[in-house]
């Protein structure tokens, strides 16, 4: 049995380990055998704030305003280790950004162990 100290050192490892995240434009269903977003844009790699609260970790990104102009938002995903690996990809409605937009993702992850 992991004891609730080992969850907790789980949960500082990861939070650590988040990095940056990043949008695209393809909708695909994620996958759990995904590597990578299905087409980043470039220019939306930014840092991500993370917060730990018990068990969650919340992690915050934002597109700002001169960001991604002109392009049909789908996609966003969050990278670990280094910003080498993707850790979590999510797909949403369709976003036109535009050069007044500022998008702001919250994603928060639940770490337990299955009793």
């Known amino acids: ?6 969850i907790s050192r789980i949960i500082g490892l990861l939070a650590s380990d988040i990095g940056q995240s990043q949008s695209g434009t393809d909708g695909t269903t994620p ?7 299905g087409a980043p844009i470039v220019d939306t790699l930014n840092d991500s704030t ?19 102009i002109g392009e049909d938002i789908v996609e ?6 280094g910003n080498t690996e993707l850790f979590d990809r999510i797909v949403h409605a ?3 950004k535009t050069d007044n937009t500022e998008v702001t993702y919250i994603k928060t992850f639940y ?3 299955a009793d």
Do not use: H, P
């Not at 049995?1 to 080992?6: A, N, T």
């Not at 993370?50 to 991604?68: D, F, H, P, R, Y």
């Open 76 to 81: 966003q995903g969050t990278y670990v280790n």
């Open 31 to 37: 996958a759990a055998t995904d590597t990578a977003l």
């Open 50 to 68: 993370i917060e730990i609260a018990g068990k969650l970790i919340t992690v915050t990104s934002t597109i700002s305003s001169t960001q991604g």
């Open 1 to 6: 049995m992991i004891l609730d100290q080992g």
């Open 111 to 113: 770490v337990d162990r």
């Open 94 to 96: 369709l976003i036109a």
